[in-house]
């Protein structure tokens, strides 16, 4: 555990992963003691503060309805991290489930359960949630609800491919001559051995879990306002470029900085753990 | 084919779980109950599901993917109109992918280490860490107006008229022979096709550099070195070949990445593509619209891995040689 920190902290390109991810994830949780407006992230209003360029005390400036960039940055990482959280929850025990199934017992399930993945596989994960989130109403529900059905076969075919490959060596063998019960064989054997990756996959995951709903939101298909979100942050602003910059800029580098320190975190995992790609 | 299938049975689900009546949400409310009766029986919504299903599967066959209740044309008709210049977008920016994001991870991995490598690999790792439409916003504002070096918005310029014949307006241009018109739709199309390619570029080229790292350890390759085959030689001849495979899968994969992402440049771009036409059907829930357009660009996104398997069958001796068919 010691030697595993004292690498991760060695590399340069890792250690920035973990500032920046730390960065987020405290300042989401602490958003209500941090932000300078904790009352910006709702449907306040103060039109006299509106649209005024980053300065003191509003760092990153002010909305078209005057309300802290900065605040409503700080809520929309929360609203992001508690979306990805929730999305890979659902997602991973799901997928990681049927690719262990599909990938141990073969013949005909496998045939079944892996058409049923490659379907969701062939149509554009964007695409996909569009359609949902289209057809149902875009509320914040829905919008896991989207992603999460995009999600899971990502995972079903990375361990179903593990699997495949798991089941032929020696441990297995031993474990069905001991008569070991099929799920013992699933979750307790194989299992374990697919972690590094499904670890690794996830990191990187959040990063793009918040990637993804706010696309979605930039469409005007994700979080409604006045819940804040970088996405349609982005998309407001985008109008009144360029005099009003800082209405999408902030916003689209907030996004960066979040899904860059995800990025190097799961990098770092990776190469710690010696996932292959 | 299965699959295609399979799609065609999960988009029709997910377009029949629409909750509310169709037929209701595009008369208005100010419709009488006869008219929307009428128009439920006129789309077979009174049917079973699994009636509609075979109807809309014989239409399908038929190449008739209903009518848009907001157009109010047949939406064949309207993706026609509007995919070429997604298509078109698209085309481009996956020709950037391959020629940047291919060299970029090949430079990568032979100046493994140096500082050439740590500059591409956290250019690659930024490319894909924002969204494409940040991308397209960045080099909006950069690019087009802090230093006007692009157009900000469109396809082509607006004085400029071509007869359309493919609908592709850089090919128009070539049949026309209007060569001017040509370069008007090229510097219209850089940004875009380049904020939609960034992650791809970082994906191929992150992809690419461990593949190739890896294949650098082979010994053939300590072979050709002892041979004296020059550095470059040994790395576009013997090293990049067998790394171009997994590459190659990722490219098509991202290919469907391209297409659904198209949807976020082009609205920042206001570029004359499906997004506008596929973000107005989704809101009006027109149904055969949502379900021809997502329906269509799945089709796309199986041929592209269609056409990257085969050439990875051709690249790949193992599959090219052998008897079995690839």
Redesign the interface.
Known sequence: MRRALFILLRNP?SLIGIILVAVVVLSALSADFLTPFPADRGAAVHFELANQPPDWPHIFGTDLVGRDLFSRIIFAYRISLFLGVVVLAIAVPVGVTIGLVAGYFGGWIEFLLM??T???L???????A????????PTLTNGMLAVTAMWWPWYTRLVYNLARSEKEEGYVLAAEIIGASKPHILFREILPNCVPAILTKMTLDM?FVI?IV??LS????GVQPPTPDL?SM??EG?GY??DS?WL??FP??A??FA??GF??LG?ALRELLGVE? | M??LI??S???FA??R???GDPARIALGPNATAEQVADLREKLHLNAPVVVQYGIFLRDLFHGDLGQSLYTNRAVTTDIAQFLPATLELVFVSGFMMIVLGLPLGVLSARYRGRWIDTAIR?VS??G????S??WA??F??LFA??LPIFPIAGQISDTIKLPAVTGFVMIDALIAGNLAAFFDALRHIILPAFSLALAGIGQAAR?TR??MVETYEKPFIEMARSYGFMESRIASHFALRPSLI?SLTVIGLDF??L???A??VE??FAWPGLSRY??Q???R?DLNA?VG??LV??AM??IV?IVVDLLIAFINPRIRLSQRPA
């Open positions: 390109l058409r049923i490659d379907v969701f062939s149509i554009p994960p964007l695409v996909l569009m359609s949902i989130m289209g057809v149902l109403a990063g990637l706010s696309s930039f469409l005007g298909l996405g982005v998309a985008a470029m360029p910059w999408t800029v689209g580098l996004i960066l899904v860059f990025n190097l990098d790609q | 299965i699959v399979g799609v049975m999960l988009i997910i377009a779980v629409i909750p956290l790792l930024l894909v860490s924002a969204p439409f940040v916003v960045i909006m504002l107006f802090y992809l461990s593949s997994p469907a990445a297409l659904a992402n949807f976020l609205q920042v596929g973000v059907v989704i809101l829930k949502i357009t997502v660009i799945s996104f199986l891995n």
